[in-house]
């Protein structure tokens, strides 16, 4: 996918340069964290087959400053945890784990937001 921004080595700073978009935190050593990339994608791609949102992708294993950072804070295990953030914020998170359940409507409410956000800018 074109839309994906893969990141080795990253500092949490990045969030703040995600205007509409998904973090996802990737553990390549990681079943857990390759079978939720992969569902990831899947939704992405029915539900935003344009590509509005953007994808960043980050390393875990070169991303050590997201373990300090609050809405990541023991909750990274390596599980393909995720961020919804819209202007450098984040709206939620996939939380601690494996949770593949929280992708579609986290992504469904992004969009809903992307939509707003790109009136607002109208």
Known sequence: MD???????STSSV???IKCGILFVMAFWSGPS??????LTEILSRL???????VVVVDTDG???????????????????????IGGM???TS????????????TEALL????QWRRAES
Do not use: M, T
């Open 3 to 9: 839309r994906i921004r893969y990141l080795p080595d």
């Open 15 to 17: 969030i703040g340069e």
């Open 34 to 39: 390759i079978k939720a990339f992969h569902l």
């Open 48 to 54: 935003d087959p344009d590509g509005k949102l953007e």
């Open 63 to 85: 991303a050590e400053g997201f373990f300090v950072h609050p809405a990541f804070k023991d909750k990274l295990s390596g599980a393909g945890e995720v961020a919804w953030v």
């Open 90 to 92: 984040i709206q939620s």
């Open 95 to 106: 939380g601690l784990g494996y949770n593949p359940n929280c992708f579609e409507p986290n």
């Open 112 to 115: 809903s937001e992307w939509l």
